[in-house]
Structure formats: structure tokens, C-alpha cells
């Protein structure tokens, strides 16, 4: 898949499992491609210790998000774990014709909004290496309780399931080989090069998403 329109920037959708360590590579990413920003996204959840509005997200009222989405402001909007997010269009438009390369950190839903509306762009997913390690993760990070931790094993067998959906498949195991292979298929895409599938990323992927 090319970039048509090389004076236009290129759109990286990357999604994960909770737990899957997605914020940390794309904020790795971030520090060492000046080409890439992150959209901001919108939720409707409150903010998290160390969270700043306008930086991490764009923490609005439930009021405000439903006229957001009357208005059609986003390309993309989702419901996850009782909060909505959406993905404003305007601001990702702007980027883009500014020859920057977006990456939108969503989940698969969103995901397959945004390729109906801009096909062109690169989804990669990023899966752990077994669901041991991801409720290793999700309990070392000291944030939910165990019931809601199993909600999210169960929603992150759910969501691996959509797998063959994406592009690419990245296995977050070692941090930095991770971080190397999501490099690696950024500038494979956008210097129209084909990137070499990994067989046993499928292959796990296959098992992890079985229900």
C-alpha cells in the first residue's frame, strides 16, 4: 500500500490490548522521529494522575462529546470501558497537509472507522507475547481491581480476534526490538517499500485472539 501524494503526510494507526504497552513505543517513537505527532484524542473519562488536558487528551463532558459527534467532528469515536473517545478530523486534516505523519493511538473499532474513510493509511497492532505476560502487565501497573483486570484479559482476547484486520503485527516482548520493528515499518511505508511478514507473529496472534 503506497502513499499516493507525496506532499501529504501519512496516517499510522497503531492499537493494542490495555496493557499491551502501546503509549510507551509510540512515546519512544515520538523522541526519535520529529517527522511523527500523535493526535490528541477526545474521552470523556477524567484525567489520571500526571495526565494534562490538552497533552495526553482532551478531557471533555459527556454533553460536549455527544455535540462533538452531532457535528460530525470526528473521524473516528468509540465506546471503551464506559468512557467515549473520538478522534477529531479537522485537526488530523491539518497535520497531514502539513507533511507531518500522524499516528493515532485507537483500538481496532476505530481502527476500521478510519480505513473506510482514508484507506490509504497503515494500521499496526501490537500484541503481547502470551496473556501471562499482558496480567503480568495489567497487575504490575497497580491501577485496577482484579475484577476489572479480568474484564480486560477478557476484552484483550476480544480484540486480538481482529487481528488479520490490520496491516501489521508487532509482538511487544523485548521493548526495544519492538520498538525497532514499529520503526522499521514506518519507513518501509513510507518509502513504498513491502515489509517482510513474520509467520510467527501470525501464528501467535491466531492463538492469543481464540475464544
Avoid at 118 to 147: K, M
Wanted: aromatic share 8%.
Amino acid at each position: 500500500m503506497s502513499n499516493s501524494n507525496a506532499h501529504r503526510g501519512s496516517l499510522f494507526i497503531i492499537a493494542a490490548p490495555s496493557g499491551g504497552g502501546k503509549t510507551s513505543l509510540v512515546n519512544a517513537l515520538l523522541k526519535q522521529d520529529p517527522r511523527l505527532v500523535l493526535s490528541i484524542s477526545h474521552t470523556t473519562r477524567a484525567a489520571r494522575p500526571g495526565e494534562i488536558d490538552g497533552q495526553h487528551y482532551y478531557f471533555v463532558s459527556e454533553a460536549e462529546y455527544d455535540q462533538m459527534v452531532n457535528d460530525g467532528d470526528f473521524m473516528e469515536y468509540a465506546r471503551v470501558f464506559d468512557f467515549h473517545y473520538g478522534t477529531n478530523r479537522n485537526s488530523v486534516a491539518l497535520q497531514l497537509e502539513q507533511d507531518r505523519d500522524v499516528i493515532l493511538e485507537i483500538d481496532w473499532q476505530g481502527a476500521r472507522q478510519v480505513r473506510n474513510t482514508f484507506p490509504e493509511c497503515c494500521l499496526i497492532f501490537i500484541i503481547p507475547p502470551s496473556l501471562e505476560v499482558l496480567r503480568e502487565r495489567l497487575t504490575a501497573r497497580r491501577q485496577d481491581s482484579e475484577e476489572v483486570i479480568q474484564r480486560r484479559m477478557r476484552d484483550a482476547q476480544s480484540e486480538i480476534s481482529h487481528w488479520a484486520e490490520f496491516d501489521h503485527l508487532v509482538v511487544n516482548d523485548n521493548f526495544d526490538t519492538a520498538l525497532e520493528e514499529l520503526r522499521s515499518i514506518i519507513n518501509d511505508y513510507r518509502n513504498q517499500k513491502p515489509h517482510k511478514v513474520n509467520k510467527k507473529h501470525l501464528l501467535l496472534a491466531q492463538q492469543l485472539g481464540r475464544r
